[in-house]
């Protein structure tokens, strides 16, 4: 086999391994682990708050005066309304001293679509 050949292969095959790996990151084929570690974060916040928001939602409900705390909710600007709910302890779930974060701002967005 000549030189010139075999350079010419193992260049090729270095050009083309690099073009398979940023074709695969740019398309979402191959995933780092930064990549996949933000992602199951992502996902894992979201179910918590998928499963703790109905609860802020009830018990948001079931307190004196709903209709009325309602209507000051829609009057709030959207960091207000977790500050609203949060001071409260409507965000904190039953057991716990402090709010799990992002439930109080999703669950004010849930009852302004809920009850609009």
Known sequence: MNNSKVNLF???SIVGAVL??????????LVTSGGANGQATAMSETAVKDQLVPICMHQFNNQAD?????EAL???GTYK???????????NMPGSDSAV?????E??????EAKT
């Open 10 to 12: 193992l260049t090729g």
């Open 66 to 70: 709903s209709v009325g705390k309602l």
């Open 107 to 112: 669950c004010a967005a849930r009852l302004l």
């Open 20 to 29: 398979v790996v940023v074709a695969g990151l740019s398309m979402g084929w």
């Open 101 to 105: 974060r992002g439930v109080a701002r």
């Open 81 to 91: 309304r977790e500050e609203f709910l949060t001071s409260q302890g409507l965000a």
């Open 74 to 76: 829609r009057g709030l």
